[in-house]
C-alpha cells in the first residue's frame, strides 16, 4: 500500500469526482484509476459503486475513508513536527476575526513574544463563522481559533471542539460627540429606529446577533451602508453621518467619537478553540496555556 494512493482515495471522496480529484491531483484520471484499483486488489474489496450519478462509497470504502483518514493526519502532524525540529523555530496558527483582533491580540502578543521569542504566530483574519468552520474541519491548516460566541458553556459539548471561555465583550453603540446619543448615560432599541446606521455585513457576528436582537424588539434598523471596513465606518462616525455597533475597545475614546453602552447590556463571549482529534505541537500547547491564563479585561 502507497501513501499517494491513501491521498488520491481521500481526494476522490472529498470531490466525488475523479475528473476534479485528478485536476486538484494533476494527475491524469486514468492514473487515478488506477491508483483505485490498486487499493481494492490489494485488500480484494470494492470501494466505490460505480453509478450514472458517479462514485458512491461502498461499505468498505466508507470503512477504508475512516481509517485512511486517521492515518493521513498522523502523517501530516508527523511532517510540522519534523519541520518544528528542523528549523528549531516553532510557529502556531491562529485565526481570529479582525473585531476580536483588535482588541485582544494587543494585550497578549507583546507578553508572549517575550516569553516565547522563538515561536512565530501566524495571525489568520476571518470571520468567527469561517474560523469555527475551519476548526471543525480539522485540516491542519489552523491551530487554534478565537471567536465571538453567543452560547454558554455548560450547553451541550460540541462533538470536535475543544472550547474555553477567554473573556465577555460588551457591544456598545458609537456615535459622534456630536450625536445626541452622545450625552446619554445608555440607549435601548427604541432610540435606534430610523437613526442612520453603518453596520458590518450581515454574515458577520456581531451584525447577525443583533439583527436578532432588534427582531425581538421590534426594531428596524436604519442601515444606511453594510461594510466590513472599520476605518470607514469610524469616519461616518467621527462625521456624525452614522451609528454604529461593534465590541467596546475597536475604537478608541477621542474628541469625535464616543462607546455608549446599552440600558440592557450585550455581553458576546469571546472563546478560544481548537480541534479534538487534532493533535497539537508543542507551540500550541503553549500558546493556548499562555492565553487561556492571561487576565484579559
Not at 453509478?51 to 511532517?79: C, M, P
Request: glycine share 4%.
Amino acid at each position: 500500500m502507497r501513501l499517494d494512493h491513501l491521498y488520491y482515495f481521500n481526494t476522490i471522496c472529498k470531490y466525488d469526482n475523479l475528473t476534479r480529484a485528478a485536476e486538484k491531483i494533476n494527475i491524469s484520471q486514468p492514473a487515478l484509476s488506477n491508483s483505485v484499483r490498486q487499493l481494492e486488489s490489494e485488500f480484494s474489496v470494492q470501494l466505490f459503486h460505480r453509478t450514472s450519478k458517479g462514485l458512491v462509497l461502498t461499505e468498505a470504502g466508507q470503512i477504508f475513508l475512516s481509517e485512511s483518514t486517521i492515518i493521513l493526519d498522523q502523517i501530516n502532524y508527523l511532517k510540522k513536527k519534523m519541520n518544528e525540529f528542523v528549523a528549531q523555530k516553532s510557529t502556531v496558527n491562529v485565526a481570529v476575526s479582525p473585531l476580536i483582533s483588535t482588541i485582544i491580540f494587543p494585550q497578549v502578543f507583546h507578553e508572549f513574544r517575550n516569553q516565547f521569542p522563538n515561536i512565530t504566530v501566524n495571525l489568520h483574519e476571518a470571520g468567527s463563522r469561517t474560523n469555527l468552520e475551519e476548526i471543525e474541519k480539522g485540516n491542519g491548516n489552523i491551530d487554534l481559533a478565537i471567536i465571538s460566541s453567543d452560547r454558554e458553556l455548560e450547553d451541550e459539548d460540541d462533538t470536535n471542539i475543544n472550547r474555553i471561555r477567554l473573556c465577555r465583550i460588551p457591544i456598545v453603540c458609537y456615535v459622534s460627540t456630536e450625536h445626541p446619543f452622545a450625552k446619554q448615560p445608555y440607549i435601548d432599541y427604541s432610540m435606534v429606529e430610523g437613526k442612520p446606521i453603518a453596520m458590518l455585513p450581515d454574515d458577520t457576528f456581531v451584525s447577525n446577533y443583533l439583527n436578532k436582537r432588534f427582531d425581538e424588539y421590534g426594531v428596524k434598523p436604519n442601515v444606511v451602508l453594510a461594510t466590513s471596513q472599520l476605518s470607514m465606518i469610524q469616519r461616518l462616525i467621527m462625521d456624525n453621518t452614522a451609528i454604529s455597533f461593534l465590541y467596546k475597545g475597536n475604537f478608541a475614546a477621542s474628541s469625535s467619537i464616543i462607546a455608549v453602552p446599552f440600558k440592557e447590556p450585550i455581553e458576546v463571549g469571546i472563546d478560544l478553540i481548537w480541534n479534538k482529534k487534532q493533535k497539537l505541537l508543542n507551540s500550541t500547547v503553549k500558546f493556548l496555556d499562555f492565553i487561556k491564563d492571561y487576565p484579559l479585561e
